[in-house]
């Protein structure tokens, strides 16, 4: 069946800093991956999305992921975090032609001023 | 363009009631999902409609239960509401076609 880690529950960086953040799933074949973010009382947005093709990719807000399917890894980067990053961020795979979504657990960003 | 938009934005039921949540898609997109945040639980697949129909469900029991009517909005119902059923659902929505999903801000249903 396929899932989907986030093995960090919380992470704190200081403004300024890079930020990684990581996601590892499991399934038969190459899935669609995603990242979403949620401000607190706020629904998910989209920061990217990758189907096939570069396996790094360029979302909103200046932040990227890259595909490592040996790893079965796509982490979320972003060279200098800004305060408004701090948010919830969540990894997740889409099945291809059923259009189901598997979230990670989340990841919860606090930003140091 | 009018988002995915859900209503009521909170509701308060007691244990044993029934809940309704309401959700619109985007214009133009016929695949409606739900998903339940519960706390430290993440986002769990609820349902997944398209074209009228249930395409797709989580590991959820019988009572929560939804429809989608023909202007592709969409209803959860969940029956005999229990304590661990509060939780934000979320709806979202996407082309037949398409493959990301756009999502509403949720509605926070408390139960008492």
């Known amino acids: 069946a396929q899932s989907v880690t986030q093995p960090d529950i919380h992470i704190t960086v200081s403004e300024g800093a890079s930020l990684e953040l990581r996601c590892n799933y499991s399934y038969g074949a190459t899935p669609y991956l995603f990242w979403y973010v949620q401000s607190p009382g706020q629904g998910l947005q989209l920061l990217l999305k990758y189907f096939s093709g570069d396996t790094l990719v360029q979302g909103i807000k200046g932040f990227e992921a890259e595909f490592k399917r040996s790893q079965s890894s796509f982490n979320l980067r972003k060279p200098s975090v800004h305060w408004s990053d701090a948010a919830e961020y969540f990894c997740?795979?889409?099945?291809?032609?059923?259009?189901?979504?598997?979230f990670g657990t989340g990841t919860r960003l606090k930003v140091l001023a | 363009e009018a988002g995915v938009t859900q209503s009521p934005t909170h509701l308060i039921k007691t244990r044993g009631q029934q809940a309704t949540l309401r959700c619109s898609p985007i214009s133009g997109h016929t695949s409606v999902y739900w998903y339940q945040q519960a706390l430290g639980l993440g986002l769990q697949f609820l349902l997944w409609y398209d074209e009228g129909e249930e395409r797709n469900r989580g590991n959820f029991p019988p009572r929560f239960s939804g429809r989608q009517f023909p202007n592709y909005s969409s209803e959860l119902n969940v029956n005999a509401l229990e304590l661990e059923d509060s939780a934000l659902y979320l709806c979202?929505?996407?082309?037949?076609?398409?493959?990301?999903?756009?999502f509403g801000q949720g509605t926070r249903l408390t139960v008492v």
């Open positions: 997740a795979v889409g099945e291809p032609g059923t259009y189901k979504y598997i």
């Open positions: 979202a929505s996407s082309f037949r076609t398409g493959t990301e999903a756009f």
